[in-house]
Structure formats: C-alpha cells, structure tokens
C-alpha cells in the first residue's frame, strides 16, 4: 500500500493511472475509521481497479464551537485498517491544503438550507469546498460516500452535476453495531452512561417505519411520534427530526411513495445523527 | 478544426489527448472574438501541442440589469476566426451548462471585493464558476487570460490555486487599437460620437504613468488627475480609478514597487475597463 502526503505526488499519481487505462474509485474520510468507512472501502474495491482513501480533518467543515481540535485522530491504526482491506493508496495531506491567502469555498444554494445545515451553518461549505479540492487532486471515476450522512451525500451527487466533474457517486448503506446505533467516529465520545440512549435514534425511526407499514401518512403525526421516544431520555436535546423529498429535502406533509425520515440530537455532548428511507407500502417506487 | 457541443464529448477527447502525451492549452471566451483573443490563442498555441477555445455566453455572470440578452454574438465569424489561426479544437456547449435544478456556485472571498466586483455583485461568482466547470470538462494543461481583465485574471490564478487544479494560468497583455483603446467586444457598443471619448481611459492611464515617472507617489494626487481626465468628457461616468496592489487588489496610499492602476467608466450605455501596471523608477521590482 503507498502512502502519498504530496498533493502535487497524489496528483502525478492519479493521471498516470488513467493513462494505464486504469479505474480509479475515491473514498475521502476524516480518519478515525470504523465498519461504515470499511463498507465504502469494500465497495470501492468493486467498482475499480486501484482504490484511493484520503484521511484528511478538513478544518473549513467544522463551526467556531465544534469538535476540530478534538476530533478523534489515529492514523497509525487507520493505515493498519486500510492495509487489511485492501486499499492501493492512502492519501494523507499535510496541512498546505489550506495554504496562507485561500479564500475560494464552493457552496450549494439550496440542499444546506435543510436538516443538518440549519445547525451547522459552515459545515456543508467546508465539505463541499474539501471534496472539489480532492476530487481535483485524485481525479477518480468513482467516489464513495456513505448514506449515513445522507445530506453530504445528496450535496456531492448535485456538486458533481453541476460543476462537471467525471465522477460516478456511489452511496453506501448505513452500517450498524449489532443493537443498531449507526456506526460514526464521534460515537466514541459517548459515555458508558448515554451508549444505551443512542439506541434512540434508531428506535425512533423504526418506530415511524411501522406507522408507515401501518398506513400513516401524516408526517407530522410520525415526527411527534419519534420526537416523544428521542425526548423519553432527558439527557437527549432534539436537533430536528425531518420527513422530507429525498432529492430536493424539502420537508412533505402527507407521504407518498418514498420519503427520507432523518433524525438529529445531542446526547449530552455528542451530536448523533440516522436516516432511513421510509416506502409507503403498495406505492411504486 | 473540430468543433465540439457535447460536454461528454469534450471530456473524453480531453481525456484521450491527456493520454496520448499531448498537452492542452485552452482559451475560455464569451465569442465575439476580437485581436485580444486571437493574442490569447496564438499565446496558447506557443504553450501546448492542442489549442481548445471555448465559446459561451455564460448567464451566471450578468447581472440583471446588466447586457446578457444584447451582448454581441456571431458564431459563423469566430469559428471562421478560430480555424484562421489554427485552433484545434472549439467547444461550443449548449445550455445544458447550466441544467433544471443548477445551485452550486465557486465564490472568492477577498478579491471581488475591490474593482469592478463592487459595481458588478455576481459578476466574479459567475466567471469563477463557470471557469471552474470549463476546467473540469477541457481539463487542460494551460489556461489563457487577457491582462485587460485583470481582475479576473487575478480570481482565476488563485482559485486555481484553492481548488488544486492542475492548471498553469498565463496572462496575457492587452491588445490596443493603434490609438490606444484597449480591444474589448463592448466596443461595438459606441456610437461614432463616443468613439473618440473613449480613449481617455487610456490617457487617463497614461497621465499617471508620466506622474510615476516624474517622481510623484501619492496615489490620491494621481488617482484624482485620472479622474479629472476621464469626467471631460461630460458623457463618462466614473465608475472606479484605482491604485492598488496586484496581487491583493488592495488600495494603496503611498506608490511603491509595481501596482496596478484601473480604471473603469460607463461612456453613455457602455462600461469600459482599462488598466496597466506603474512602476516607480529606480525601485528593485
């Protein structure tokens, strides 16, 4: 496995690939990987012939009063990790991707004005701006995103159109612990207290799954339904919990056919989130 | 020459030349060719072994109010222009450069707000986005650029730099008529009577120059003698002079080194720019 630090390396690297008539498929993560970035890595390793993993924490994604300078980092295990599965190269940027004078961010007008954005105003600016930076820089033909950050991966497919970029985005179920917390980097903050109270989210939308299986279609009812199970935990503050069109993420009133059910809250420090596609039954998808 | 209308199409004969060891220069233009063009393609013809020129009247940059539906067209003449001076390729994409559902914008943060991006709010919002989809369709090796629109020449070489693009950025000085107007499509727009009034933004230029030379450094005193020059004229409206660093486009007070003197003017209906370098004699550049 190589490991690339030099831009203008992962750059060179990346074009002589192409000119071998070789496939190049993307994985970009913040490190501190877990089964969800394995699951991508794996896929990843189907749809190409030399798979690329970054492990970058992109400073321009985080808030003023968020995680940065404590996010989780172990790059010494994450390499280990991407050895064992497989990956052809990790691209591991120093800190010049974001040299003195930078000031060209790309953003989306209308996909961040929903769920996670709403909180987090910077976020989407910074990985949007990070993902065009590094889909220059590794120019792949496909890149994994996860369906876990569901808005993220929404936000990429439209980036892709819109700006022309070459890339075939591929989302990657959600992976899951065995009780069913979807798996992230920062359920490493949890404590012993609150790891059971995560289980919330998921019950949450399981719980409106089975209002759609039993024939509800108004939003509104199944959102209170799932905001009384998050709130049935005191140490649980509810960010939003959204059933919206899972292309544009507009928020529905009465669902039909396929609609998106994605819920966020902080349990005490850590912000959580999960999704999942609702189906009314007997609609055409 | 080919010509090319189809964005996948320019992608992959892009990507075919790449592989073959041909290097691409490209010429991004809005048609409308003039001598100031034909100089950034000959440029380009010196840099690379295939000279793609673009042709498209990019919406995104005009603001509302502002010359999108008049500005001046004439395809047939700028192919027949192009094939003249031996480019090999031209890309005349259609309007799905900008499809149903199109939201995601490049944006400086520092540099349009100085010039004419005070007086034109999208303009370099629009400029820098489409470059940035021309880039990821042509993907070339060289990027051309006249010096008349230095402002965007200066977006253009740092967003080059914020989003990695694998791209040398060349500017090229500006082609004058034999009187000294500096070449520009708009000129189309002035009547017989305005013609010869537009030549003050040149004099207005050169006046500061012979100040520069003859020792003065206060940018003010010089600012103000342009602008005395420009409003003899009673049909020019000043829109902007301007002394200011060149790489950072901020004003300067006291002339040291090499800055960029600007200047901008509505003559009747139509926006004129003119700029050009002063250079305080005997200091080390």
């Given at each position: 496995m190589k490991v690339i630090t030099s831009i203008r390396e992962m750059t060179r690297f990346s074009e002589n690939l192409r000119c071998q008539g070789r496939t190049i498929a993307f ?21 190409a012939d030399h798979l690329v993993v970054s ?27 991407c050895?064992?599965?497989?990956a052809d190269t990790v691209f591991t940027p120093d ?39 590094l889909f220059n820089i590794v120019n792949p033909h ?144």
């Open positions: 994985v970009p993560t913040m490190g501190y990987l877990h089964e969800g970035h394995l699951a991508l890595m794996a896929e990843g390793k189907t749809k492990i970058f924490v992109n400073p321009a994604q985080f808030g003023p009063s968020e995680d940065f300078s404590t996010y989780p980092r172990a790059m010494e295990q994450d390499l280990e990790q050895r064992t599965i497989g800190s010049d991707i974001y040299p003195a004078g930078f000031q060209t961010y790309v953003e989306l007008e209308k996909l961040p004005l929903h769920l996670c954005g709403l909180s987090r105003p910077v976020f989407f600016k910074g990985v949007a701006t990070v993902v065009t930076k496909f890149a994994l995103f996860g369906e876990k950050d569901y808005q993220q991966l929404a936000i990429i497919r439209q980036l892709v159109i819109d700006l022309n970029f070459d890339i075939t985005v591929v989302g990657v179920p959600i992976v899951r612990e065995p009780d069913g917390l979807a798996k992230s980097s920062r359920n490493k903050y949890l404590t012993q207290k609150e790891r059971p109270h995560a289980l919330l989210l998921y019950r949450s939308i399981q719980a409106a799954e089975k209002m759609v299986k039993d024939g509800e279609i108004d939003a509104q009812k199944i959102v209170d339904a799932a905001t009384e199970i998050l709130l049935s935990c005191p140490d649980i503050t509810v960010d939003y919990v959204s059933i919206c069109d899972p292309v544009t993420l507009d928020g529905v009133t009465s669902i039909q056919g396929k609609v998106l059910m994605a819920v966020a809250v902080w349990l005490g420090k850590t912000r959580l989130i999960d999704n999942r596609m609702l189906v009314v039954p007997h609609t055409p998808e």
